[in-house]
């Protein structure tokens, strides 16, 4: 059974059992002091109490010393082996007297310290202690010899044993005392023991027992339940209450108050009275002990229910919790293992040594570094780790700034955008650099920062700056030549225009006069013929005039200008309908977006696309045109449709060259070039021109231009 322990109680008794040690030391000492000074009252209190012996007094010290020793838990070797030397010589002061008193021998013991007269001391040999004494020296020495041992751990003390032995034959002398019988029969008669010697053992015996009060016979009294609380009640009116009743009744048989038989009786029904008053107290301790047990078992009973509805709550919790912490340790292996391919991929691009890697703190102390990057700086790693060499010592001066504005970056964003630099290498020479830093993930102390050599780039870029100063030099003597070669075309266009245009007004004019004045003298064939002239002659001038107008186009400065594309498509069209009005031709506008375009120019565009339209529908019983746009991926489409004609989807690449026609002139009138100017103003704006048909069901031309706001 497990026994629970009042601590401030077991301090408390272990400080009466060092009072008790210190008390018999004290009272050996005293009595010592007596013997050497002769002083009475220190050797025997009273003058009619018999002496203690010296050797009893120095016993009591020994003993006193070995118990003060021997009683501490955590006490040191040596204090173990004085306590222990100390019971053995109170061991052997008792056996060695207890032998002389045995086979009545004179071991020159008794006397040894101090001289004693047996007539005063009551005696028959001076100096010798009680045979009592000498056997209760004997239990005590070796009761201290056994006061650290027990039976098994926590289990029984023999010391405790006898001790409650010594203190049953101290306290059958004190009773003698108390009863006036100076010693009970039954033990030895040789000597009596002093009285101070008595109370000396009792208190001897009280600081054994109560050495280690947590174990042995105590354990129960010092325990919190309800023997250990009954013993404490019980114990002390069971040893003093019989013995004062004892001392009143032989005290009242003394005095003549009644006889020894009436003095035994009272004695008999006091024990009764008091063990009753003493076991109805004990009952009702009981009766309160086991209804507040009770009331603790149904308290514990209620707790446990509602512990049991809790723990089926809690289990309900922790499944939850259970399950949602299986979610999250399989998301974390998830991640871990996500983190290792991370890691792998991260541990590939440093080894493979396409880009210089290293790592390093915010002031530029390198703590690694790949293969790529010793490379680029010719410093060994154990350099750079070593702090033989720094990112600033790296650094030249006028590319410092750009390594703060990238820490401050890096301070506000984790990571700073590549910025070109130059690294000093170890050899003293330079290198440039594309650099970009970032934190490394948790950390806002080390960096990674990733270096490329782009020596290879510039060279490059120096090749490709060097070539485009030499190609604009080119260019800008090409365009020299070409403005040169303008200008001469243009003198020569004007001079062909007004070379070839001289005999053609000449022959016009010769061609006109034969047919005002002379027309009734020429035949039918020559009439014929000279017509034929004037048409030719005419037709020559129209191209010679278009040729002008297609060389033109190319020269002619852009005026910007936003231009309402359905109002301009309508007037053109009716212009057109005027020019021919005894033809029905149905020309329908929608709703076309405005352009940001040369005004002119768009005009051009859709006076030739509609009169083509007009043209190549002179054969249709109901001519319809039809001008119209839609939006095609940022641009405005506008078309131009007709259900004339038409044409062969096999030659309409030809359509928009110089002097390319695909119907005959007798058909339909023409020079060849409007389309060309259509095709070379749409490109001028920006856009695409193409063109849809089939032979004999119409055609659509398209011309795109950028939404209305772009500039061209």
């Not at 350099?383 to 600033?392: H, N, S």
């Not at 004007?494 to 035949?523: C, K, M, T």
């Not at 249709?620 to 004339?644: K, M």
């Not at 119907?663 to 749409?682: C, F, M, P, W």
């Amino acid at each position: 059974m497990t026994h629970t322990t009042t601590s401030s109680l077991v301090a408390s008794l272990e400080r009466v059992s060092l009072a008790a040690g210190i008390a018999v030391i004290v009272v050996g000492c005293a009595v010592l002091v007596g013997w050497t000074l002769d002083i009475a009252f220190l050797k025997s209190i009273l003058p009619v109490w018999l002496t203690m012996k010296a050797n009893t007094a120095l016993a009591f010290m020994l003993a006193g010393v070995s118990l003060l020793l021997l009683r501490m838990r955590q006490a040191g070797w040596l204090n173990i082996r004085v306590g222990q030397a100390c019971a053995m010589l109170v061991v052997g002061l008792g056996a060695i007297t207890l032998c002389e008193y045995v086979f009545d021998l004179d071991l020159y013991i008794d006397q040894m310290l101090f001289r004693d007269n047996h007539v005063t001391t009551g005696t028959y040999h001076p100096g010798r202690m009680a045979p009592q004494t000498a056997l209760i020296f004997l239990l005590f020495g070796v009761a201290l010899l056994l006061l650290r041992t027990e039976t098994r751990p926590g289990g029984h003390r023999p010391t405790q044993y006898l001790a409650l032995l010594v203190a049953l034959l101290s306290l059958n002398v004190l009773l003698g005392y108390d009863y006036g019988v100076g010693m009970l029969p039954g033990l030895f008669f040789y000597a009596q023991i002093e009285l101070h010697t008595t109370l000396s053992f009792i208190v001897l015996s009280l600081g054994l027992f109560l050495a280690y009060p947590d174990r042995g016979l105590m354990k129960v009294v010092v325990s919190d339940n309800a023997g250990g609380v009954m013993a404490r009640r019980l114990l002390i009116p069971a040893i003093v209450i019989p013995a004062l009743l004892g001392g009143m009744s032989i005290a009242g048989e003394r005095a003549g108050l009644y006889d020894t038989t009436f003095s035994g009786a009272t004695f008999v029904v006091a024990d009764v009275v008091f063990f009753l008053v003493l076991i109805w107290r004990s009952a009702g301790l009981l009766y309160r002990t086991d209804m507040e047990r009770q009331r603790t078992e149904d308290a514990l009973r209620k707790a446990h229910d509602e512990f049991e509805a809790r723990v089926g709550e809690r289990t309900v919790e922790l499944s939850k919790v259970n399950t949602e912490m299986r979610e999250q340790i399989d998301e974390r292996e998830r991640m871990e293992v996500t983190l290792r391919a991370s890691e792998r991929r991260f541990k590939r691009i440093v080894e493979a040594n396409i880009i210089g890697l290293i790592f390093a703190d915010l002031q530029g102390n390198i703590t690694g570094a790949n293969d790529e990057f010793l490379r680029i700086a010719g410093y060994t790693r154990e350099e750079l780790i070593g702090g033989k060499a720094g990112w600033a010592d790296m650094t030249p001066p006028e590319y410092r700034y750009r390594d703060d504005q990238a820490v401050k970056e890096l301070l506000t964003t984790g990571v700073s955008k590549p910025f070109e630099k130059e690294h000093i290498r170890k050899d003293g020479s330079r290198v440039p650099t594309l650099v970009g830093i970032a934190f490394l993930e948790g950390s806002r102390k080390e960096v990674v920062a990733f270096i490329l050599d782009i020596t290879e780039r510039k060279r490059a870029e120096e090749e490709v700056r060097r070539l485009n100063e030499d190609l604009e030099k080119k260019v800008t003597e090409r365009t020299a030549q070409l403005q040169t070669a303008n200008k001469e075309l243009e003198a020569f266009s004007y001079s062909v225009s007004h070379d070839l245009r001289a005999p053609l007004r000449a022959i016009d004019g010769f061609s006109r006069i034969l047919i005002e004045e002379n027309l009734s003298q020429l035949d039918a064939e020559g009439q014929r013929v000279l017509g034929k002239v004037c048409r030719n002659t005419q037709q020559m001038g129209q191209l010679i005039d278009d040729l002008l107008d297609f060389s033109r186009l190319s020269r002619k400065e852009f005026e910007h200008h936003d231009v309402d594309m359905t109002s301009l498509a309508m007037s053109i069209a009716e212009d057109v309908k005027s020019g021919e009005p005894e033809r029905p031709v149905a020309v329908n506008v929608g709703e076309l977006p405005s352009a940001r375009a040369d005004h002119a120019m768009i005009r051009q565009v859709f006076v030739n696309l509609i009169s083509n339209a007009c043209k190549f529908t002179r054969q249709q019983a109901a001519p319809v045109i039809e001008i119209n746009s839609y939006t095609d991926n940022g641009e405005n489409v506008y078309y131009v449709r007709d259900n004339g004609a038409g044409f062969d989807m096999r030659y309409a690449n030809k359509l928009f060259g110089v002097f390319q026609r695909l119907h005959s002139a007798k058909d339909y009138e023409g020079t060849g070039v409007g389309l060309a100017n259509v095709q070379r103003i749409i490109h001028r704006h920006g856009g695409r021109v193409w063109a849809e048909g089939k032979a004999g069901a119409g055609a659509t031309f398209y011309f795109t231009l950028p939404q209305n706001g772009k500039e061209l």
